[in-house]
């Protein structure tokens, strides 16, 4: 299993001396609906979800808030003290903070942003960007069709470009952000070349299995600024305790270096398995810890 959610949230469970454990959990999608249904009478705070379940759960849960309505997809559930389950995207905010802890200085208005990609990270990210201002993003997809869908839902900034312009269209750019998963372990590189980048562009993927994937060290050996994806997966689980038990852990760098130490560093070096079976990953706390709302 390639996610690092269970060292993390119970990182935190240790380090607030909660008894409780956060255990991933393989829920096939026909079940998604049941196995969300049994997460209030089972005790559970809430669960994150990843990928095929993020959009699907959007029907399920009782409540969803705007954003993650308006992206689409839900990557948190909170149980409530009544029982009832609300949906949030918590990756729309681990994106942003992320870049700012290593990039205190960055504006989403700085310049022309591309995304790869028009998946559910993407939208997050765009989202993200276009909240924080950005006037103009170039989103470039393998199917064009999928990123003028998404072009489509957050308006006039956001630019869907054809596969075989994605080189062309670093040109002048300030930001570049890889949201596919090309460059994780077990997946070949992202087929982009950098020639037309500006050497001081942002470059961030939000892979975080390497640390440091191809792209990552193509741009930091030609002089880009990076940000590596491991800090958004970071800020999007404290956000999610603040909504499951009121508290508010930070992002240190004693938790950054716990979880490091389980990640291989650069690409190819051997761990990491892609094809993990966790879809959804609850947080289980015993009878006794509150519940968020309580």
Same mark, same amino acid.
């Given at each position: 299993m390639h996610s690092r959610s269970p060292a993390?949230?119970?990182?935190?469970?240790?380090? $607030?001396?909660?008894?409780? &454990? $956060?255990?991933?959990?393989?829920? !096939?999608?026909e079940?998604?609906?049941?196995?969300?249904?049994?997460l209030a009478p089972l005790g559970f705070s809430g669960c994150n979800l990843t990928i095929p379940h993020k959009e699907r759960a959007l029907t399920?849960?009782?409540?969803? %808030? %705007?954003?993650?309505?308006?992206?689409?997809?839900?990557?948190?559930?909170?149980?409530?003290?009544d029982g009832s389950l609300g949906g949030t995207n918590n990756d729309i905010h681990g994106f942003t903070r992320n870049i700012l802890q290593h990039q205190p200085g960055w504006r989403?208005?700085?310049g022309p942003a591309v995304v790869i990609g028009a998946g559910g990270g993407a939208r997050a990210v765009v989202y993200s960007l276009v909240d924080r201002g950005a006037r103009e993003i170039r989103l470039v997809n393998r199917t064009r069709e999928r990123a003028a869908t998404l072009a489509r839902q957050f308006g006039s900034s956001v630019t869907p470009l054809d596969w075989n312009?994605?080189?062309?269209?670093? %040109?002048?750019a300030a930001m570049l952000v890889n949201t596919t998963s090309q460059g994780m372990s077990g997946q070949p590189p992202l087929d982009l070349s950098l020639d037309a980048l500006p050497t001081n562009a942002l470059v961030v993927d939000i892979v975080y299995i390497p640390l440091e994937t191809p792209l990552l060290s193509t741009a930091r050996r030609r002089g880009n600024p990076t940000v590596d994806g491991l800090g958004m997966l970071l800020h999007q689980a404290c956000i999610a305790w603040r909504l499951w038990f009121g508290l508010d852990p930070e992002v &240190?760098?004693?938790?950054?270096?716990?979880?490091?130490? &389980?990640? !291989?560093?650069?690409?190819?070096s051997g761990i990491g398995d892609p094809g993990s079976g966790k879809n959804l990953e609850p947080s289980n706390p015993e009878r006794g810890i509150p519940n968020p709302g309580q």
């Open positions: 993390l949230h119970n990182y935190f469970f240790t380090q $607030y001396r909660l008894a409780g &454990t $956060y255990v991933p959990l393989a829920i !096939p999608p079940r998604l609906e049941p196995a969300l249904r049994a399920i849960v009782d409540e969803v %808030d %705007d954003a993650a309505r308006r992206i689409g997809a839900i990557s948190c559930v909170v149980v409530r003290a989403a208005d700085a312009e994605r080189h062309r269209a670093l %040109d002048g &240190t760098p004693a938790l950054r270096a716990a979880i490091e130490a &389980t990640l !291989p560093r650069y690409a190819g």
